[in-house]
């Protein structure tokens, strides 16, 4: 999953949440470090937890380093990301969590070296997807319209794949549902052919844009080398540092 490489602690994110030695510290612990003279030198990774509203819509505790720590707020409730900072905050220094509410879904998002294990929303477990491999990714964009050349890749060994467009031409026609189907299948076709050229991407997109009467095609990518369409490289666009796993790609 991608993250921001900067927090409010201007942090880069595997600098986040550096775990207090204290091992027990949910809100009926009294016992805090305030400092991080004795932190660990765990690991920092990402955890990803989602949760529906099939089981109730009350979060009612979360699992963090082995310890249940009661939250007792619903999904929706604005002030759910303050209390699950406070908590972590009693094992982890600087810390970081997300909360997202989107289309019945709420997706908590935690980078720390402690473990959140799982969250309870009604009678229901919800388990987390941790990530642990942080890598730099840079954004790669370019626009396209029309015919394409082939996609192209050149590896660090000078050695050049490259793969058709199977349903070019890419036209624009102004119109958004047929420009948006367009877009769709340019995504299709060109992660097929970053897959096919085995070029190291971690995402793919293309965007319709009206203002250029066209698509924008961005790749994100862990390597230092831009792919092409024919002879022209994707613009780098800049990079950050993100937790990638394998169901990211």
């Known amino acids: 999953m991608r993250v921001p490489i900067l927090n409010m602690f201007l942090l880069a ?34 955890d990803v937890i989602t949760l529906t509203k099939d089981e109730g819509n009350v979060l009612v505790s979360i699992d963090i380093q082995g310890e249940t720590c009661p939250v007792n707020l619903p999904l929706n409730d604005p002030n759910i990301e303050t209390k699950l900072h406070e908590i972590v905050a009693k094992y982890e220094i600087d810390t970081h969590v997300s909360v997202a509410v989107e289309d019945g879904k709420c997706t908590i998002r935690h980078i720390g070296a402690g473990t959140l294990d799982n969250a309870v929303v009604g009678n229901k477990t919800y388990n987390t997807e941790r ?18 050349p082939d996609l192209k890749y050149v590896n660090a060994d000078g050695v050049e794949t490259s793969e058709a467009f199977p349903n070019s031409p ?36 293309v965007t319709v844009s009206d203002d250029d009467e066209g698509f924008f095609l961005c790749v994100e ?29």
Request: glycine letters at 8%.
């Open 170 to 205: 890419y036209d624009y026609a102004g119109t958004a549902a047929v420009d948006a189907a367009t877009a769709a299948q340019l995504e299709t076709d060109l992660i097929a052919g970053l897959d096919a050229i085995a070029y190291p991407y971690t995402s793919a997109t």
């Open 13 to 46: 994110a595997n600098m986040l949440g550096r775990l207090r030695a204290n091992p027990a510290a949910c809100p009926t612990n009294s016992m805090k470090l305030p400092a991080c003279n004795d932190c660990t030198d765990d690991p920092v990774c990402e």
């Open 221 to 249: 990518s862990d390597g230092s080398i831009p792919v092409m369409i024919g002879s022209l490289p994707f613009a780098n666009c800049g990079s950050e540092g993100a937790f990638v796993c394998g169901e990211d790609k």
């Open 131 to 148: 990530c642990c491999n942080f890598v730099t990714v840079t954004t790669y964009k370019t626009y396209a319209t029309g015919t394409l």
